[in-house]
């Protein structure tokens, strides 16, 4: 019972943008090697191909990484 009664066919959901998400790293000793083995583990999983079917189990579009 509301005020403002909606038919919910009137509207729709649509995607109008997105947003990219990448890991920061403190600058300090232990910031640094914490990074040092993120990039290490990286590389591995795009070598392998681990990655891109990560990205393609979750239906997201695999992206252009440099070579490594």
Do not use: C
């Amino acid at each position: 019972n509301s005020l403002f009664p909606l038919d919910k066919t009137d509207f729709s959901i649509e995607p109008v943008g997105s947003r990219t998400y990448h890991p920061v790293f403190s600058p300090s000793g232990r910031g640094k090697s914490i990074l040092v083995i993120y990039e290490a583990g990286m590389k591995r999983l795009i070598q392998s191909g681990e990655l891109k079917k990560i990205f393609e189990k979750w239906g997201h579009p695999f992206p252009d990484y440099p070579p490594l």
